[in-house]
């Protein structure tokens, strides 16, 4: 019902008959879906819907009870965050993703320090990665915020573009984010859908949570409907209309008439 | 935040950073001019002499602290390598002094992996753990040796405790040593960087990869590692087995890292900052001396400027945030 309507033919990520339970909590259930490459897709549905336990399973997090995840056409079950990001898969969460106490260049670098001298000394090339983080950076945002400042000191918008902009600069394929805009005004919003479209022109592929339906028709060409751990359906963003979405969330019937 | 609360932040940054410090000259200078005998070699190398110990478990303290815990067992720690180490040496005989230091090194690092599979792997409070281990092997150490010193440590091994090289005592260019050294480790390679990054955010830091369990596991192994240096020259001051040693030091070498511009909260701190918050307290303790105030007075002298410290923290911590 719901395949045929993907309007890209490619789907990046490909999840099958996704089950999980936690005890006797049904959290997904029968969950299939594709992410077209290339493209922004949306994750709608109420609070309890599954949508952060689908994104946890998608990273590494969570493994699932049973069904399969291929990516890139290959099957791929991740049992740590650290494998789903080594294929590609990277996600950005709403406040968690930065170290405040770090500057921004140390929050780039976090886990993929450069060292020199002698290996086993660890040394840290300060010089190196100050130099690269401007760079890395201004792939995607088009005002870089200061490179040595501790994070804790940028605003909230700052942060989460210094956040989504770390995903895309250590070259991955998907990336998945949980509200990214949550918190922000709205010019901050906008600062940060403004990198979300850069990721796109350069070929990434997103995943995006949130519950701004007007954001969700704002930024994607394509979102998926989850209710009570199952898919509802996918529609293409330009075919379709809040109230459709807003009803498919709810469960409420109307004229578009939907499954499950 | 706009850029006049930026700033605002950034020079209460820079005070705090700097603030101890100009202190600390501000009291070394003060104590020149109104009191000639704090100048004398004699009793700068006394002040020198007797912080050494303290300071020596203040650096690795200061591992403990910016990773956002702490270790209450070092007292306890010190205590243990003294009674291994001078037992060993006072019934072995030939070798042992080396014996000694070894067994002091291994007995210590035993409690130091104790106190971090706890904290870093069964997710015990570092309060709670390495309270409980304080408490633990001082009650050995007591059971072991009815509470008793034992004496006989071959004089030789003084040396390390009261001699000194090119006019500087032992115990103090020990201190510079581990200072130097841990200090190249906290600030210059990648595990001082993570101790940064654990403490300042571990949920994120392990997103990242940052494998934090690890980092925590090594630190309180640090930690105990330094007591056990202390301990050592412990020995080679008093030459004896001491049971009733180094109490309350934790709290002692926790004060000289919050002084030095440490925050219990995690994150924040630096090794050059301790060694100055453990020369502030020694000079104070050592000028209420010189000025013949009761040494009971001392332990009030010490508490009073840690909380004038943590005040200080608090203060420009929350003109920090409450902006940003």
């Given at each position: 019902?719901?395949?045929?309507?993907?309007?890209?033919?490619?789907?990046?990520?490909?999840?099958?008959?996704?089950?999980?339970?936690?005890?006797?909590?049904?959290?997904?259930?029968?969950?299939?879906?594709?992410?077209?490459?290339?493209?922004?897709?949306?994750?709608?549905?109420?609070?309890?819907?599954?949508?952060?336990?689908?994104?946890?399973?998608?990273?590494?997090?969570?493994?699932?009870?049973?069904?399969?995840?291929?990516?890139?056409?290959?099957?791929?079950?991740?049992?740590?965050?650290?494998?789903?990001?080594?294929?590609?898969?990277?996600?950005?969460?709403?406040?968690?993703?930065?170290?405040?106490?770090?500057?921004?260049?140390?929050?780039?670098?976090?886990?993929?320090?450069?060292?020199?001298?002698?290996?086993?000394?660890?040394l840290?090339?300060?010089?190196?990665?100050?130099?690269?983080?401007?760079?890395?950076?201004?792939?995607?945002?088009?005002?870089?915020?200061?490179?040595?400042?501790?994070?804790?000191?940028?605003?909230?918008?700052?942060?989460?573009?210094?956040?989504?902009?770390?995903?895309?600069?250590?070259?991955?394929?998907?990336?998945?984010?949980?509200?990214?805009?949550?918190?922000?005004?709205?010019?901050?919003?906008?600062?940060?859908?403004?990198?979300?479209?850069?990721?796109?022109?350069?070929?990434?592929?997103?995943?995006?949570?949130?519950?701004?339906?007007?954001?969700?028709?704002?930024?994607?060409?394509?979102?998926?409907?989850?209710?009570?751990?199952?898919?509802?359906?996918?529609?293409?963003?330009?075919?379709?209309?809040?109230?459709?979405?807003?009803?498919?969330?709810?469960?409420?019937?109307?004229?578009?008439?939907?499954?499950? | 935040?706009?850029?006049?609360?930026?700033?605002?932040?950034?020079?209460?940054?820079?005070?705090?950073?700097?603030?101890?410090?100009?202190?600390?000259?501000?009291?070394?200078?003060?104590?020149?001019?109104?009191?000639?005998?704090?100048?004398?070699?004699?009793?700068?190398?006394?002040?020198?002499?007797?912080?050494?110990?303290?300071?020596?478990?203040?650096?690795?303290?200061?591992?403990?602290?910016?990773?956002?815990?702490?270790?209450?067992?070092?007292?306890?720690?010190?205590?243990?390598?003294?009674?291994?180490?001078?037992?060993?040496?006072?019934?072995?005989?030939?070798?042992?002094?080396?014996?000694?230091?070894?067994?002091?090194?291994?007995?210590?690092?035993?409690?130091?992996?104790?106190?971090?599979?706890?904290?870093?792997?069964?997710?015990?409070?570092?309060?709670?753990?390495?309270?409980?281990?304080?408490?633990?092997?001082?009650?050995?150490?007591?059971?072991?040796?009815?509470?008793?010193?034992?004496?006989?440590?071959?004089?030789?091994?003084?040396?390390?405790?009261?001699?000194?090289?090119?006019?500087?005592?032992?115990?103090?260019?020990?201190?510079?040593?581990?200072?130097l050294l841990l200090g190249f480790v906290l600030h210059r390679t990648?595990?001082g960087?993570?101790?940064?990054?654990?403490?300042?955010?571990?949920?994120?830091?392990?997103?990242?990869?940052?494998?934090?369990?690890?980092?925590?596991?090594?630190?309180?192994?640090?930690?105990?590692?330094?007591?056990?240096?202390?301990?050592?020259?412990?020995?080679?001051?008093?030459?004896?087995?001491?049971?009733?040693?180094?109490?309350?030091?934790?709290?002692?070498?926790?004060?000289?890292?919050?002084?030095?511009?440490?925050?219990?909260?995690?994150?924040?701190?630096?090794m050059?900052?301790?060694?100055?918050?453990?020369?502030?307290?020694?000079?104070?303790?050592?000028?209420?001396?010189?000025?013949?105030?009761?040494?009971?007075?001392?332990?009030?002298?010490?508490?009073?400027?840690?909380?004038?410290?943590?005040?200080?923290?608090?203060?420009?911590?929350?003109?920090?945030?409450?902006?940003?």
């Amino acid at each position: 019902m719901t395949e045929d309507r993907v309007s890209n033919p490619y789907a990046l990520l490909r999840a099958e008959a996704i089950n999980k339970n936690f005890g006797a909590v049904v959290a997904l259930q029968d969950v299939s879906l594709q992410i077209p490459k290339g493209e922004i897709t949306g994750l709608v549905g109420d609070n309890g819907a599954g949508k952060s336990t689908l994104i946890k399973i998608i990273s590494g997090v969570l493994t699932p009870d049973s069904g399969s995840i291929e990516f890139e056409g290959r099957s791929a079950s991740f049992d740590s965050p650290a494998e789903a990001r080594a294929q590609g898969i990277e996600t950005v969460y709403q406040d968690l993703a930065l170290v405040g106490n770090l500057a921004v260049w140390a929050n780039v670098y976090l886990g993929r320090e450069l060292t020199t001298g002698p290996k086993f000394l660890h040394l840290l090339d300060k010089r190196a990665m100050l130099s690269n983080t401007g760079d890395m950076l201004k792939r995607f945002i088009r005002n870089v915020p200061p490179i040595g400042e501790s994070v804790e000191l940028l605003s909230g918008g700052q942060r989460q573009v210094v956040a989504i902009a770390r995903a895309g600069a250590w070259g991955s394929k998907l990336i998945l984010m949980d509200e990214p805009t949550a918190a922000l005004g709205i010019a901050e919003t906008k600062a940060v859908e403004d990198v979300i479209f850069e990721l796109k022109r350069q070929g990434l592929t997103i995943l995006v949570i949130s519950h701004n339906l007007d954001q969700i028709f704002r930024i994607t060409s394509g979102v998926w409907v989850l209710r009570r751990g199952r898919v509802i359906g996918y529609r293409e963003t330009m075919k379709t209309r809040p109230d459709e979405i807003v009803s498919m969330i709810t469960g409420a019937t109307t004229s578009s008439g939907n499954g499950s | 935040m706009t850029l006049m609360a930026r700033r605002w932040s950034g020079s209460f940054a820079l005070a705090r950073r700097h603030g101890v410090f100009l202190v600390f000259i501000l009291l070394v200078a003060f104590m020149f001019v109104s009191k000639p005998t704090f100048g004398t070699y004699q009793n700068l190398t006394n002040v020198v002499q007797q912080n050494s110990i303290i300071g020596i478990i203040a650096c690795g303290m200061t591992f403990a602290i910016i990773l956002g815990g702490f270790d209450l067992s070092v007292g306890s720690v010190t205590a243990l390598a003294s009674v291994v180490g001078a037992t060993l040496m006072i019934d072995l005989g030939t070798f042992g002094i080396p014996i000694g230091i070894v067994g002091a090194v291994v007995s210590c690092l035993l409690v130091g992996v104790t106190n971090g599979w706890l904290i870093a792997y069964l997710g015990v409070n570092p309060f709670v753990a390495t309270l409980g281990t304080m408490t633990v092997v001082r009650g050995l150490i007591y059971v072991a040796t009815n509470a008793s010193p034992r004496f006989g440590v071959p004089y030789s091994f003084t040396t390390l405790g009261l001699g000194r090289l090119l006019g500087i005592p032992n115990p103090a260019i020990l201190f510079l040593l581990v200072a130097l050294l841990l200090g190249f480790v906290l600030h210059r390679t990648r595990f001082g960087h993570y101790v940064y990054a654990v403490g300042g955010n571990s949920l994120a830091s392990a997103q990242m990869g940052v494998n934090a369990a690890r980092v925590r596991f090594a630190v309180y192994v640090l930690v105990s590692a330094c007591a056990a240096v202390s301990g050592i020259i412990l020995i080679g001051q008093t030459a004896s087995a001491t049971p009733q040693a180094a109490l309350g030091y934790e709290l002692t070498a926790i004060a000289a890292v919050i002084v030095g511009g440490a925050s219990l909260g995690g994150g924040r701190g630096r090794m050059g900052g301790t060694i100055v918050g453990v020369f502030l307290l020694g000079v104070v303790a050592n000028g209420l001396n010189l000025f013949g105030v009761s040494p009971f007075w001392q332990p009030v002298a010490t508490g009073l400027i840690l909380i004038v410290a943590v005040a200080f923290d608090g203060y420009s911590k929350h003109g920090g945030f409450a902006s940003g």
